[in-house]
């Protein structure tokens, strides 16, 4: 049983450029959520999916921030022209979307915007 | 979601139970209390999570109070891998909001 799995784990990338991050969810979790934490901080809600649909997104989320999981099975989040206060590390967890609801949290992958 | 207080930091002795504490006065009846700890550098891992009763896992367990304002979680053993920031987060179904959370330290 492979749990949530992120790539890449590292990126990094000049300012102004779009970047696109994947995670693949534990198989048969029905809810997928992207969250970003930053030096120091825990991590923040960005978004989440229950199957293919987006239910929820922060107002974290800013115009230059799109998510999609358009199988239910994997999703990628994508950030356009990013900016240095981009630079983060974005972390994806999955939960079964029952009862209690534990979420299962991915390795993340860091962001640096030079 | 509720809001929950935790103390910045705990130091405990390797071997010895580590109680951490967590108010969470404003919680509604339909949330849960979950508790997530998050090893330097890793994504943060659930531990254990309870409603009203008591709960036990093979991690640790989760005592609440019976008017529901507060919650420790206890390590019974604590070994230096449990060094960590430890979260207590009340919610229902869905995101989860995390706090400063309380960052324990293990020390031989």
């Known amino acids: 049983d492979t749990g949530v799995s992120q790539n890449p784990r590292h990126k990094i990338t000049k300012r102004g450029q779009n970047v696109t991050f994947r995670c693949d969810p534990i198989s048969e979790h029905n809810r997928l959520y992207w969250y970003r934490q930053t030096l120091g901080q825990g991590p923040e809600f960005l978004t989440y999916?229950?199957?293919?649909?987006?239910?929820?997104k922060s107002r974290l989320l800013s115009d230059r921030f799109s998510a999609e999981r358009p199988k239910g099975s994997f999703s990628t989040l994508e950030i356009q022209r990013t900016e240095q206060g981009d630079s983060a590390m974005y972390l994806c967890a999955s939960s079964a979307g029952q009862g209690a609801d534990e979420q299962y949290f991915g390795p993340g992958t860091r962001l640096t915007v030079t | 979601d509720a809001k929950t207080t935790q103390p910045p930091s705990m130091d405990c002795a390797e071997g010895r139970a580590a109680n951490l504490p967590c108010n969470h006065s404003t919680i509604s009846g339909n949330e849960y209390v979950y508790w997530y700890r998050q090893i330097h550098s890793q994504g943060p891992q659930y531990i254990i999570h309870g409603l009203k009763n008591n709960e036990t896992n093979e991690m640790a367990s989760l005592i609440i109070t019976e008017d529901r304002k507060s919650s420790t979680l206890i390590l019974p053993h604590a070994t230096l891998r449990d060094t960590a920031v430890y979260y207590c987060?009340?919610?229902?179904?869905?995101?989860?909001?995390f706090g400063q959370g309380t960052t324990l330290q293990v020390k031989p």
């Open positions: 999916f229950q199957n293919e649909a987006q239910l929820e």
């Open positions: 987060i009340g919610a229902n179904t869905g995101k989860l909001i």
